[in-house]
């Protein structure tokens, strides 16, 4: 097991807070390190006191989004912690998990709202009712017939809302199964925990539901992702550990080195792993495929209750601020969730536009970046042939919902600008490019740049006569 002191960094910002109930925060800030390692951790505290985040998602506008429980708001920070928050219309709605829709907006969940929640990249939100009472809606994907799909969790029911907001419910065979979160599987089907019913559910678009159990007993599967495998990966929140399923069924699980970490959320890095949450064992954790796990400790964690990291985007030497302000005791309870040991507690996960991974600390009111190491690749098909070929350029390892400039490089005249695309979540592009019709015969090169990330592949091209 490889472990890695984490680093915090930028310096903090600090605003008047009023409310009942009284805690004192010590708050440290500290200069940022020169070069970041994979594992290295950046936390930026959200606005809002007490939001406690939740759900995150990288989206098209090259930021990231997610969901203030108890803020009641929808979240945005960019790559460098500049936060924007949008208040959900309906009070004490607790926004949960959300995701990319085929529209390019955000579809979220409102767990005790029972809506789903629709917010523009300019912060402008629609609400569509759920018509089972008390739903609890959890988990949101979009599924390969352009419709959202999401759980309902105090339901027992997979729910499809097409864009217009009409929406249709298929009961699970297994009551209360508490269905967590879903995504959509390589097979064609959606794919699903089932919190308290142990098993890893599918259901294809006609709503026909295909239950596999977990060969742990009290494993509570909750967050679920495709891996560069092509499997379908979950997270094991009672059992500690992390699993595999194989679209046939076949379950194979790896125990978490950090007993009783409880993972919770699992995303797929630019760097061909996964990357998990661990809620009660303060650490953000990657696994291979081949299921050898690594953990990174969070900055702080064992530390007292309401210790406050680095805030946004402040740059500057180290310093020390002491303050005092109140909170409500319910803020440092987790709705919906068992209680957690840390001060930060870490549940969702996403795959960023920088090519990194970021979290959000369900306690500690923050939303992280933890430093991957991707490696990014691009092929082109062919990759040879006359002035003027059209070529089909693919590549993957790049940040989540990053634009890529195409460069042509002719190693007699420079580079020409092709164009660019637009990288999907899990950081792959494909695009078509013309080769230039003056190109230079011989080997020259394609060259792809992500515009956040400035990660690079690079492929030659045979220019022939």
Request: charged share 15%.
């Amino acid at each position: 097991m490889k472990r890695r002191r984490a680093r915090s960094s930028t310096a903090a910002a600090l605003a008047g807070l009023t409310f009942a109930g009284s805690i004192i925060f010590s708050l440290t800030a500290i200069a940022p390190s020169a070069q970041a390692a994979e594992g290295d951790i950046t936390e930026f505290v959200v606005p809002t006191t007490g939001s406690v985040p939740d759900g995150i998602t990288a989206a098209p506008d090259g930021n990231l989004w997610f969901a203030e429980r108890l803020g009641n708001k929808i979240g945005r920070v960019t790559p460098t912690g500049l936060f924007t928050e949008f208040p959900v219309p309906t009070a004490n709605s607790e926004p949960l998990a959300l995701v990319v829709g085929p529209d390019g907006n955000l579809w979220f969940t409102e767990f005790k709202g029972n809506k789903i929640g629709r917010i523009t990249l300019s912060g402008a939100i629609s609400e569509f009712a759920i018509p089972t009472i008390d739903a609890r809606p959890h988990g949101i994907t979009v599924g390969p017939d352009g419709n959202l799909w999401f759980t309902e969790l105090n339901a027992d029911k997979i729910a499809r809302i097409t864009l217009t907001g009409d929406v249709a419910e298929y009961p699970i065979p297994t009551s209360k199964s508490w269905p967590s979160i879903i995504t959509s599987g390589p097979d064609g089907n959606l794919w699903f925990g089932e919190w308290k019913g142990n098993k890893i559910g599918r259901i294809t678009m006609s709503g026909v539901v295909t239950e596999f159990p977990t060969p742990s007993p009290g494993s509570q599967p909750h967050g679920i992702t495709v891996g560069p495998d092509g499997n379908l990966w979950f997270t094991e929140f009672g059992s500690s550990g992390m699993a595999r399923i194989t679209t046939a069924g076949v379950i194979t699980e790896f125990p978490i080195p950090t007993a009783n970490s409880k993972p919770a959320f699992v995303a797929a890095g630019a760097d061909g792993n996964l990357w998990f949450t661990e809620y009660n064992g303060e650490r953000i954790g990657k696994i291979t495929t081949s299921g050898v796990i690594t953990e990174y400790t969070i900055p702080g964690a064992g530390g007292p209750v309401g210790r406050t990291a680095p805030s946004s985007s402040l740059g500057g030497t180290p310093v020390s601020l002491l303050f005092t302000c109140e909170i409500r005791p319910e803020w440092l309870q987790n709705p919906g969730w068992p209680s957690c040991a840390g001060p930060a507690c870490p549940i969702g996960i996403a795959a960023g536009p920088d090519g990194n991974l970021w979290f959000t600390e369900f306690r500690g009111s923050k939303v992280g970046r933890i430093t991957d190491s991707p490696v990014s690749v691009a092929t082109l098909a062919p990759r040879a042939g006359p002035p003027g070929t059209v070529v089909q350029v693919s590549g993957s390892g790049f940040g989540s919902f990053e634009q890529v400039q195409l460069t042509f490089v002719d190693s007699q005249k420079g580079p020409t600008a092709l164009g660019t695309a637009m990288t999907d979540g899990g950081g792959r592009f494909a695009a078509q490019i013309n080769i230039p019709t003056d190109a230079t015969k011989g080997r020259q090169r394609v060259l792809i740049e992500g515009a956040i990330s400035r990660l690079r592949a690079g492929e030659v091209f045979r220019v022939t006569s």
